[in-house]
C-alpha cells in the first residue's frame, strides 16, 4: 500500500515528471514504462492506488494495463464495461472526472471492489488521447488522509496520461513497424527464392529448346527458315530473361564474383556497338562511335561484366529511339576512370522517373500496357556491375527529346577494388 507521507510540492512534481520523461525516452519496454507511471500517479497524487486501462477494442471494454504494485494479481481478467463505469464515462466523454463520495456514485462500477477485495471512497480519472481519439484511462483512487484530489491533482494526472498515451503510441507503431519488417522481409525472401528457382528451372528446357533448334536449322528444308529462326529469336530472347534473373539471384545470394583482366575498353565498346549496328540499321537508327584506337583504355576488370552492363544501356538506346533517331557512343579517358557515354535522341524520360530508372523493375510506360518489351531489369543490373568495380552510372535525360547514359570505372584494380568497399559500407 502507499505510504503515508506529506504531499509533494510543485517542484517536486515537476521533478518527478521529468524524470518519467527520461525513462520514456530510455526504453521501449512499454509494461514497464506503464508501471512506473502508475507507481508516480499514485505518489505525486498521494493516493492509495492508480491504474491505467485501455481500449480493447475487440470486446470494446476497458482492460487493465497496469495495476498498483502492491497488487498485481487479479486484475487479469477484469473488465470494465464502457457503460456503468466510471472509468467508461471518462473515455466515453473524453473528460476528467473526480467523485469524492464514491459510495453514493452510480457511476462507479462496484465489481472491481469486489473481486479484489477492495474499497473505493474516492476517485481521479483522466483520459488518455491519442490525436483527439481516447485510448484508454489513468486513474488514481483513494486521497490519502480522507484529503480530496486537487486542481494540481488533476494538471499532474492529465500529464501523466499524456506521457502513457505518447509511450502506448511508440509502442504500437514500434510494434506495427516490426511486423511490417518482418513481413517486408518474408516477401523479400519469397521474392528471392522465386527469381533464384524460376532462372534456374527454366535454364534447362531452354537448353533443350536451344539444342533441338540447331538440330533442325540443319535438317529443315529452307521453306521452313523463317520460323526456324523465329524459335531461335524468341529462345534468345528467352535466355537474355533468364541471364538477367540470375545476375539477380547470384547478386542476392552474395555470390556475384569480379574475375578480373586487363583489357581495352575501347575494345570491349567498338565490339559491343558492332553486335548492335544490325539492330540500329534495321530500325534506321544512325549509331556512331566516338572511340580511341584499337587497345587504347586499358582497364582491369571484369570484361564480361561490363559488356553486359553495355549492352543494357545500347539495347535501351536502341529500344527507345524512333527510326530515324541517332545514338553516340563514346569512350574516354576521366582523370583516373575510363567514362562510358551514350546518348540518344529518343523519347528521354520524365523528370519524376529519372532517380528510379536504376530500381529493379522499374519502367516509366505501365508493365501491362507497353509497347516495349523487357523487365525492368537491365539498368539495375548495369548499375550493379558497375558499382561492382567501384565505378559509378548515372542519366540525364530530356522527356522527348533523348537520354544520357554514362558509367565510369577505375582504370586500376587497386583503386577499384577500395571505391567498391567504400560503396558497400555506404
Ligand atoms: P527494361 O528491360 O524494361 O528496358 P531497364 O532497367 O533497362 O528495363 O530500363 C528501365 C526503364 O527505364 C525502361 O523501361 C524505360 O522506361 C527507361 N529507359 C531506360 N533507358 C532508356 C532510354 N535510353 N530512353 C528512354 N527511356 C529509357
Known amino acids: 500500500m502507499a505510504q503515508e507521507s506529506a504531499s509533494l510540492t510543485r517542484m517536486e512534481r515537476l521533478q518527478r515528471l521529468l524524470e518519467i520523461s527520461k525513462v520514456i525516452s530510455s526504453t521501449l519496454d512499454l509494461q514497464r514504462l506503464l508501471q512506473t507511471i502508475v507507481d508516480l500517479a499514485t505518489e505525486v497524487t498521494h493516493s492509495e492506488a492508480a491504474s491505467i486501462l485501455l481500449y480493447d477494442s475487440n470486446i ?25 463505469s466510471t472509468a467508461g464515462w471518462v473515455f466515453t466523454n473524453r473528460r476528467p472526472v473526480v467523485i469524492h463520495e464514491a459510495a453514493d456514485d452510480p457511476r462507479v462500477y462496484r465489481e472491481v471492489d469486489r473481486a479484489l ?11 488518455m488521447m491519442i490525436k483527439n481519439e481516447p485510448i484508454g484511462v489513468i486513474e488514481a483512487v483513494n486521497k490519502l ?36 519488417n518482418a513481413e517486408f522481409k518474408r516477401l523479400d525472401r519469397m521474392k528471392s527464392d522465386f527469381i533464384a528457382i524460376t532462372s534456374h528451372e527454366l535454364r534447362t528446357p531452354l537448353g533443350l529448346i536451344l539444342g533441338h533448334v540447331t538440330y533442325l536449322k540443319e535438317i529443315a528444308s529452307p521453306e521452313y527458315d523463317e520460323q526456324v529462326e523465329a524459335i531461335t529469336r524468341s529462345a534468345m530472347r528467352l535466355k537474355s530473361i533468364i541471364e538477367d534473373l540470375s545476375a539477380i539471384a547470384h547478386k542476392e545470394r552474395g555470390d556475384s564474383r569480379i574475375h578480373r583482366t586487363e583489357f581495352s575498353m575501347s575494345d570491349l565498346v567498338r565490339e559491343a556497338v558492332n553486335r548492335f549496328s544490325i539492330d540500329a540499321s534495321e530500325k534506321q537508327i ?36 524512333d527510326p530515324g533517331g541517332k545514338v553516340r557512343v563514346e569512350v574516354t579517358r576521366v582523370a583516373d576512370h575510363v567514362r562510358v557515354i551514350v ?3 529518343g523519347i528521354g524520360i520524365p523528370c519524376d522517373d529519372l532517380p528510379h530508372v536504376f530500381d529493379r523493375f522499374f519502367q516509366v510506360e505501365a508493365h501491362l500496357t507497353r509497347k516495349h518489351g523487357g523487365m525492368g531489369l537491365g539498368l539495375s543490373i548495369a548499375k550493379e556491375m558497375v558499382e561492382m ?3 559509378q552510372i548515372w542519366c540525364e535525360s530530356d522527356e522527348g527529346s533523348g537520354s544520357t547514359f554514362s558509367f565510369d570505372i577505375p582504370v586500376e ?4 577494388e577500395a571505391a567498391a568497399k567504400v560503396f558497400k559500407m555506404d
Open 60 to 84: 470494446q471494454q476497458l482492460k487493465f494495463a497496469a495495476t498498483p504494485s502492491f497488487q498485481e494479481d487479479g486484475f487479469d481478467h477484469l473488465i470494465v464495461p464502457i457503460k456503468f
Open 117 to 127: 477485495n477492495f474499497q473505493t471512497r474516492s476517485i481521479l480519472a483522466v483520459p
Open 145 to 180: 488522509n480522507q484529503g480530496h484530489y486537487t486542481e494540481d491533482d488533476l494538471e499532474f494526472l492529465e500529464t501523466l496520461a499524456a506521457q502513457a498515451a505518447i509511450c502506448i503510441e511508440n509502442a504500437r507503431l514500434l510494434r506495427n513497424l516490426q511486423i511490417a
Open 286 to 321: 544512325d549509331l556512331k562511335t566516338q572511340i580511341p584506337r584499337k587497345g587504347s583504355l586499358k582497364v582491369e576488370a571484369d570484361q564480361e561484366k561490363l559488356d553486359t552492363a553495355l549492352s543494357h544501356i545500347l539495347r535501351n538506346a536502341l529500344n527507345f529511339t
Open 343 to 345: 546518348s540518344d535522341t
Open 389 to 391: 568495380h567501384g565505378g
Open 413 to 416: 584494380a587497386k583503386q577499384a
